[in-house]
């Protein structure tokens, strides 16, 4: 009888300002995971321009697929699909993935799978535990994103509750920068607040109504600037650290405690986290805490996992290529693409 053949997949992210190409054998395994950032190119202009960024993607992506194939070993010969990130994101820069995936697949003859990178940042846990499964409570937050998701099955979610306004990372960048910290802010804000007193200033916890799991930081964001800017025309010394670390307790207590609701409701064991502020460590420092005292499980992936990368949305393009899914040639860039939509 013969074994069964594994499944190599070439996979390509450009959402944002990362360019990243990886391989991956059947979907956990990652053969290559090449990440080329360009944070350092956008640092002076305080956030990422669309523009750059889309110019960046195109000059980097040959070479970067090229050392994708030499670090995994193998040959576009090798691959059995190619999946990409078609949203949400910049739409320029999914734009130079898109058409990068789509010239190789129709080049090769390679079957093409379209990713939401939502579900890309969920499937990052997949790699990162080998033996999790669905289902299980996420919490995705990035800079663009503030979701509460129930994984009912590979590829398939239920959307308990997102952001109303602001995502929890486009809060922290924007204290950042009122801060005087540059960017990307979420860092240099979880950097202060491991010196600063996080119960120095009472800044709002915002839950909306008692059975919703949606989020908003807006009101708790305009709390912090009109708390500097009081400030600063009395003449009042501002602690930078303790303004860091208040303002982020606020965020991640109800991050924490929403996504605690969101388990016990479920009847789910395992609380996971995903996306860039994924990687917070007082957001970890907390969940892991309440995980405990609740008798739950806590995953989170490694930080280079959290941010933007190829890995993760290969693993999503596996599952959905052997679930039977298939993009053409008129897969398009789609900016705001939901969670679940196809």
Do not use: W
Not at 164 to 180: I, N
Not at 305 to 323: R, W
């Amino acid at each position: 009888m013969n074994a069964k053949k594994d499944i190599i997949t070439l996979a390509i992210e450009t959402s944002c300002d990362e360019t990243s190409v990886a391989v991956l054998k059947n979907g956990r395994e990652v053969l290559s995971n090449v990440i080329s950032s360009q944070t350092d190119l956008h640092k002076k202009f305080g956030g990422v321009v669309p523009e750059v960024a889309s110019r960046k993607h195109i000059e980097s992506m040959n070479a970067i697929i090229q050392d994708a194939l030499d670090k995994a070993n193998i040959t576009f010969d090798d691959i059995d699909n190619i999946g990409v990130t078609y949203g949400p994101g910049l739409v320029g820069a999914l734009l130079v993935g898109v058409a990068t995936a789509k010239a190789l697949a129709f080049g090769k003859g390679i079957p093409l799978v379209g990713v939401n990178h939502i579900e890309g940042h969920i499937c990052a846990n997949f790699i990162e535990y080998k033996d999790l499964k669905p289902p299980f409570v996420c919490l995705v937050v990035s800079g663009g994103h503030t979701h509460l998701v129930y994984i009912k099955d590979y590829g398939e979610y239920e959307i308990l509750g997102k952001t109303r306004d602001d995502a929890a990372g486009e809060a922290f960048d924007k204290v950042a920068r009122a801060l005087g910290l540059g960017y990307p802010g979420g860092p240099e804000i979880d950097k202060l607040a491991k010196i600063g007193d996080k119960d120095a200033i009472d800044f709002p916890r915002v839950y909306l109504d008692n059975d919703s799991y949606d989020f908003s930081f807006s009101g708790l964001k305009s709390a912090v600037l009109n708390y500097l800017n009081n400030n600063k025309q009395r003449g009042v010394e501002i602690k930078v650290e303790d303004v860091a670390a208040s303002f982020q307790q606020a965020v991640i207590e109800v991050l924490a405690e929403k996504s605690i609701m969101a388990a016990k409701e479920k009847g789910s064991k395992i609380i996971a986290i995903a996306g860039g502020v994924a990687a917070n460590e007082g957001l970890r420092a907390l969940l892991k805490k309440r995980c405990e005292e609740e008798g739950l499980e806590f995953k989170y992936p490694s930080k280079i996992l959290c941010t933007d990368n190829a890995a993760m949305i290969g693993c999503a393009a596996y599952y959905d290529f052997i679930k039977g899914y298939r993009a053409d040639m008129t897969l398009n860039a789609v900016p705001n693409l939901k969670l679940g939509q196809r």
